[in-house]
């Protein structure tokens, strides 16, 4: 589809800037593997001039420009953004379409998630002022207390290619709702929308240094800006592994982070349920986004009297799952978004049968495609839960189907993993699914569905999975730091010490 890709700068203090040190970065079709255009490589120097940016945005006119500013200012700002990405939509779905690989379907219901993110957090922060001062009870009548919610500063915000845009706004929204300045460093492997985001808030007047992009690879752009003494706060998703390291950075400079990491997440079928329905959700709960999601349950843990017959239901339906460029009416799985992750997700599959796993369906290249980084759905059986692709992250279209007897067995299967950012359960006795979500070790909980996401909910994990929550009310507060004044309200005199004389 020879639809132009835009050819933007790095987005600091309000206008587009080169990178200091020129460099670019090819941006590759997944579904063509042609090179269709790229994007700016941020580095160090960079990162200098967008922070000092931010810091001077969040304290221009004593903050009463942004940070201090009503809240209802800043919901207007939220609002028209959501307007233009509305307006924007289809073209905006296109180019994410066209950078990571996601099935344009997909791509649209995500602009519509971010124009309605956007309008959440601006009804957020209209009510923040109302909030102010919210009383505490005190235990002595000659004090009174009261909170105020403050902007922590300037934010860093560095986020993953699987939701290029959506992933973002969940942290850009909150941030500017909450009156902080951000620094956006998205994946290099699609930064495409984001930077339209940036051309999006040029238009609608956002204040300069509010909001800054930042295109780059982690090691060049993320690694200072998490380290940069001037950002208050950061905020991550992405690998476990490079997350550590994020934290790692911050830590010097007891910089709070919240991390939204990886998992592997299982989803428990029992013997009671519509195997036809049961098995469109655990395949949507897997091979959504082309199979590359944080929270998908790839861990599926079926009854063994339904074994047989569930595991056949699932080959059938992923046989009819269309796998096709992006674009072809009635696609479901696309490409994966890069050659390293196709090559990873292959290699994931061939030690799985080494180790003794079976390749039931899937497993490598559809045959109609002969480029582009696809890979068929794939389900594995006869795995052991010291297998390799039972209990790491694959990022990939790839389910791994393991058996159970007892309620007792599934729960410990389940919350066997270093991970906890979602788990589900699909049965239709309804004590059970409240007996197992409150036994899951997890952030989320899906009962006899998986995967839906709702801005109004928060999201995030427990143990490796990360931790904070996005979304929500939450997502309003990872932004906000807490104060509390405490004032005296008696004429008498402390008389804690003797008066002198």
């Known amino acids: 589809m020879a639809i132009p890709m835009p050819t933007r700068q790095l987005f600091i203090d309000g206008e587009w800037r080169e990178p200091i040190l020129k460099n670019r970065i090819p941006i590759v079709n997944p579904s063509t593997q042609d090179v269709i255009g790229d ?33 209802a ?23 994410e379409s066209l950078d990571s690989g996601k099935p344009l379907d997909e791509t649209v219901w995500d602009m519509e998630d971010v124009a309605g993110c956007f309008e959440f957090y601006a009804d957020l922060a209209e009510g923040l002022d109302a909030k102010q001062k919210a009383p505490v009870s005190l235990p002595m009548e000659s004090f009174k207390s009261y909170v105020l919610k403050q902007p922590l500063g ?15 706004v969940w942290k850009v929204a909150p941030s500017l709702a909450a009156g902080c300045t951000a620094v956006l460093k998205p994946s290099e492997l699609a930064s495409v929308t984001c930077l339209e985001l940036a051309d ?27 380290a940069h003494p001037s950002v208050d706060k950061i905020a991550f998703t992405g690998s476990f592994a490079t997350g550590s390291k994020v934290m790692t950075a911050a830590a010097q400079l007891v910089k709070p982070v919240s991390m939204e990491l ?28 082309n199979g590359q999601i944080c929270s998908a349950t790839s861990r599926l843990l079926v009854h063994e009297n339904i074994a047989s017959e569930f595991i056949e239901k699932l080959v059938k339906w992923s046989k009819n799952i269309k796998v096709s ?17 196709y090559e990873k997700i292959l290699k994931f599959i061939s030690t799985a049968k080494s180790e ?10 559809p045959e109609h495609l002969k480029k582009g980084f696809f890979i068929e759905p794939t389900i594995i059986t006869d795995v052991t839960t010291s297998m390799q692709i039972w209990r790491e992250e694959v990022f990939g279209p790839v389910l791994c189907v393991k058996t159970f007897s007892s309620e007792d067995e599934a729960i410990e299967l389940a919350n ?52 904070g929550r996005e979304l929500g009310e939450w997502g309003l507060d990872n932004y906000l730091s807490v104060k509390q004044v405490t004032l005296y309200t008696s004429n008498d005199p402390w008389g804690w010490y003797k008066p002198p004389c």
């Open 39 to 71: 994007i700016p490589a941020a580095t160090k120097e960079d990162v200098e001039v967008a922070v000092n940016a931010a810091r001077r945005a969040f304290s221009r006119n004593k903050g009463k420009d942004w940070a201090k500013a009503p809240g």
């Open 73 to 95: 200012l800043r919901a207007n700002y939220l609002r028209a953004i959501a307007a233009k990405v509305t307006e924007r939509k289809s073209h905006l779905a296109t180019l």
């Open 154 to 168: 300037v934010v860093g915000l560095i986020t993953p290619w699987n939701y290029p845009l959506l992933m973002a």
């Open 200 to 226: 999006i808030c040029r238009e609608v007047g956002l204040p300069p240094g509010v909001f800054n992009v930042l295109t780059g690879l982690g090691s060049e752009a993320g690694a200072p800006l998490a």
């Open 262 to 289: 990886g998992g592997k997440s299982p989803l428990i079928v029992f013997d009671d349920v519509d195997l036809d329905k049961a098995a469109e959700w655990a395949l949507f709960g897997c091979f959504w986004t």
């Open 325 to 341: 460029d992006p674009f072809e009416e009635g696609c479901r799985l696309g490409p994966v978004v890069s050659e390293g992750q």
């Open 356 to 365: 003794g796993a079976t390749i039931l369906h899937g497993g490598s290249r």
């Open 416 to 467: 066997d993993s270093h991970y906890g950012l979602g788990a589900a359960v699909i049965s239709n006795d309804a004590e059970r699914c409240d007996r197992v979500s409150q036994a899951f070790e997890a952030g989320i909980v899906w009962i006899n569905c998986s995967q839906p996401c709702f801005t109004q909910a928060p999201w995030g994990g427990v143990k490796r999975s990360g931790f």
